[in-house]
């Protein structure tokens, strides 16, 4: 069993910078993709972007490309998100998922494991 926890969400202001960690538990959690997604009221889930498992591969959603940044050490089973120049759009409850096979995928039926989420909020 695979349990992911997210910590880092809050309230900024739109050019503000903000970081996420994911930590997943479990004894083949270092060998799986660990990403993000995020879902903004009255929308579906958004894939945010998603890391390979040695921390080598990364692809990002075109809304977050060149502003956030997806971050792990090779095999570790925590994984970051460096957002910055966040807008009101950005706000929103991102979501920490896994990949048990450690595909990259970036729709939210390739990921089996999520976590609970945590809420981002950026006023203008």
């Known amino acids: 069993q695979v349990q992911l926890v997210e910590s880092g969400g809050g309230s900024v202001q739109a050019g503000d910078s903000l970081s996420l960690s994911c930590v997943a538990s479990?004894?083949?959690?270092?060998?799986?993709?660990l990403g993000w997604f995020r879902q903004r009221a009255g929308n579906e889930r958004e894939f945010v972007a998603v890391?390979?498992?040695?921390?080598?591969?990364?692809y990002y959603g075109a809304s977050v490309k060149g502003r956030f940044t997806i971050s792990r050490g090779g095999f570790q089973s925590a994984v970051s998100l460096q957002m910055a120049s966040l807008q009101p759009e950005d706000t929103g409850v991102y979501y920490c998922?896994?990949?048990?096979?450690?595909?990259?995928?970036?729709?939210?039926?390739?990921?089996?494991?999520w976590g609970q989420g945590t809420q981002v909020t950026v006023s203008a």
């Open positions: 998922v896994a990949n048990a096979l450690g595909f990259l995928g970036t729709t939210p039926d390739r990921f089996g494991y």
């Open positions: 479990g004894r083949t959690a270092s060998h799986m993709s």
């Open positions: 890391i390979s498992a040695n921390g080598a591969s990364t």
